[in-house]
């Protein structure tokens, strides 16, 4: 990673008043879910960063946080060193206008994204207007259709014509791409932007993003819930894989420390549930004492996982662990166990046995 950071997150916190009827408004004060907790993370020049986790778990949040669309509501975000909500309100050396550009999305369901009303033609001359008024209509649509041909729909003089609904999910996710692509970002934010495909496209749909990202000089955010598609992304791009739990990144480091020596307990239960990650592997009962993820809006205190976690100790019911460096270069978990002289190994074990696989059916 470049020592040029792109956007830094600095103990970011994104906390939401839970929706309530009009009598429980008016007799009890609102619930507060913490969706992002806390949160410190640099993405650098040409980086890429996979975020994993359970649904629920803050990711999406922490991805819009992080491109300038979610607003924090405690902490920092910074792009190239200048506070996005600062430039925002005026305040700044660099204008809102130019992070918002260099910043940008490629959603899950890019049917929903795109206008069902305009052609690909419309919808991706649009940006090219606004922030590139230099350019002739026939500049716009050369640029257009030589990167419809880039994400490999031929002929683009036939594809940049249709309207979403004559796209295939495919065509219309390399649409999203492409869109995202026109402004030349720093920050592309992915969020679950393969898993609606067939399991056939997404090794495709990833290569593809990656191989743009060499041409284009931009950095990768993504989002997933997919263990394996984590281990694709991040080692093919040389990245980093981050572990998400309950608004919090509790590990961080490359695919191969953080998959074959995961050092918090909540990413061995990730990697459990992945068979293909290691199909040798002998399947086991899962390493958890409890199925059940806790309420958002009152989260255990201490350790978030010590209700589900088999090495829970009686300190992890009051302390919270910070990211700690472990054995391999940048690789960083939120466990005591990483420290060997932590009061943890003194501290009770809790007793619970982890259930079976019959217990969670």
Not at 259 to 270: A, G, S
Not at 328 to 334: I, S
Request: aromatic residues 6%; hydrophobic residues 35%; proline residues 6%.
């Amino acid at each position: 990673m470049s020592s040029d950071p792109v956007v830094e997150l600095r103990d970011l916190e994104v906390h939401f008043e839970k929706d309530q009827g009009l009598l429980e408004s008016v007799l009890n004060d609102p619930d507060v879910v913490g969706a992002v907790d806390g949160v410190d993370l640099t993405i650098g020049e040409e980086d890429v960063v996979v975020l994993v986790g359970e649904s629920g778990c803050g990711k999406t949040t922490l991805g819009k946080t992080a491109i300038g669309v979610q607003k924090p509501t405690g902490g920092s975000v910074r792009y190239r060193g200048q506070d996005i909500w600062d430039a925002k309100r005026g305040d700044g050396d660099v204008p809102f206008e130019e992070i918002r550009k260099s910043l940008q999305i490629i959603h899950q369901d890019p049917g929903s994204s795109l206008n069902p009303n305009q052609t690909v033609m419309k919808t991706l001359e649009a940006p090219l207007k606004k922030w590139q008024s230099d350019l002739t209509q026939a500049d716009r649509r050369d640029h257009i259709y030589g990167m419809v041909e880039r994400v490999g729909m031929e002929p683009a003089t036939d594809y940049a014509h249709r309207y979403p609904h004559q796209l295939s999910g495919g065509e219309k996710q390399r649409i999203a791409l492409v869109r995202a692509l026109l402004m030349n970002p720093d920050l592309i934010l992915a969020d679950e932007a393969v898993s609606a495909l067939d399991v056939s496209l997404r090794i495709e749909m990833m290569d593809l993003m990656l191989e743009l990202q060499a041409e284009f000089g931009t950095s990768y955010l993504f989002i997933s819930h997919n263990l394996s598609n984590a281990r694709y992304l991040a080692q093919k791009a040389g990245g980093r894989i981050g572990i998400m739990y309950l608004g919090e990144v509790v590990e961080i480091g490359s695919a191969e420390e953080v998959l074959q020596n995961p050092q918090h307990p909540y990413t061995k239960v990730l990697r459990w549930a992945t068979a293909d990650i290691d199909p040798e592997d002998e399947v086991e009962d899962p390493p958890v004492r409890a199925i059940d993820i806790p309420d958002p809006v009152d989260p255990p205190s201490g350790c978030r996982f010590h209700t589900r976690c088999p090495e829970a100790r009686e300190v992890c019911t009051s302390s919270c662990p910070s990211l700690e460096m472990s054995e391999g270069d940048g690789h960083h978990a939120a466990c005591f166990r990483q420290n060997p002289d932590h009061e943890y190994w003194e501290s009770k074990e809790l007793a619970s046995e982890a259930p079976s696989l019959a217990d969670s059916d």
